[in-house]
């Protein structure tokens, strides 16, 4: 266990998202509480379909958990959403293997 | 990548949530809500400093001072706090300590809580439904496949943590470690004896 240490996240939106919710939570856009019981309430729901085995399918739940938190406290508004997100896979399509990806009209 | 074998024109298209979160974030900060370096420094902070080994500090400490001990059963976040370990999300540590008549192991039955700045990011299983649901059920059956098999008469008390209290498991104390220092102390002490799966390790 200690020889070979597991990575501490699997994937980089992994980390990505986890760091999302802890800074809006720092910055006062949500108490760790709510989050909890937001994220609780949504691996729940998915529990109750599937079992989660506590790896990408838990950083899927944060995710949607975290949208969902984001809409409900009117930070970040569903179809503004999906048009950036849209929008971001445009630009890995439109973007030349090994080149960083921008979205259009944005600096970095 | 294994499905990265052929030619890509154009960059490799990173994975339906991968998208999102970068949609998220991409709005936030249009908004002036997140800050991007602050993200990243989290990451940092949690992929390569914070660990396992902070708690095992901790408990070393605990084995080796009975003054020090005494604070952290009164009060573990002060206690974590005199060697620098702080909470981000306003949490309350509570420590509880291994004896011969009790095994104590931790949970969070709603999601994932965990006592971050002590033990890191929980691994996989600790969040996984398996191990939320059966912790609670049937804690002696989880321990046997962890490889822990306690006496018939040591009681088991399971803790479930949430938003506001995590928990750390203080394991007994291997024997023939008598007069050891705390750094070497702290190399018996694995993360899984922390949440309470696991036990100390025994010197060779």
């Known amino acids: ?108 | 990548m294994p499905h990265d074998d052929h030619d890509h024109p154009h960059s490799l298209l990173p994975p339906d949530p991968a998208l999102r979160v970068k949609a998220l974030e991409s709005l936030l900060e249009a908004k002036g809500l997140i800050d991007p370096g602050a993200l990243d420094a989290i990451i940092d902070t949690y992929a390569h400093k914070v660990g396992p080994r902070n708690g095992a500090q901790v408990v070393a400490r605990a084995w080796n001072d009975p003054e020090f001990r005494a604070r952290l059963m009164e009060d573990a976040t002060a206690a974590c706090a005199e060697l620098g370990f702080a909470g981000r999300q306003g949490e309350h540590l509570v420590a509880v300590e291994n004896t011969a008549e009790t095994h104590n192991m931790v949970v969070c039955t709603l999601c994932s809580c965990y006592p971050w700045p002590l033990l890191g990011i929980p691994p996989g299983w600790y969040k996984s439904d398996a191990y939320r649901a059966r912790a609670v059920r049937e804690p002696r059956q989880v321990l046997a496949e962890f490889g822990v098999h306690l006496p018939e008469d040591t009681r088991v008390h399971v803790w479930d943590s949430t938003a506001e209290i995590r928990y750390l498991v203080i394991p007994e104390r291997p024997g023939g470690t008598e007069g050891w220092d705390a750094d070497r102390l702290a190399a018996l002490v694995t993360r899984d004896s922390m949440i309470g799966t696991g036990l100390a390790r025994v010197p060779a």
Not at chain 1, 32 to 39: D, G, I, Q, R
Not at chain 1, 51 to 61: M, S
């Open chain 1, 1 to 108: 266990m200690t020889a070979a240490p597991e990575p501490v996240f699997e994937a980089p939106w992994h980390a990505q998202a986890f760091a999302l919710a802890v800074h809006l939570n720092e910055r006062g856009h949500f108490g760790w509480p709510e989050w909890t019981e937001a994220f609780g309430a949504e691996l729940a729901r998915r529990g109750a379909t599937r079992a989660q085995d506590g790896g990408d399918d838990y950083f899927l739940a944060w995710v949607a958990a975290l949208e969902t938190l984001c809409r409900d406290k009117g930070l970040a508004e569903a179809e503004a959403l999906s048009r950036l997100k849209a929008a971001w896979e445009a630009a890995y399509l439109a973007t030349p293997h090994g080149h960083p990806v921008r979205l259009a009209g944005q600096g970095g």
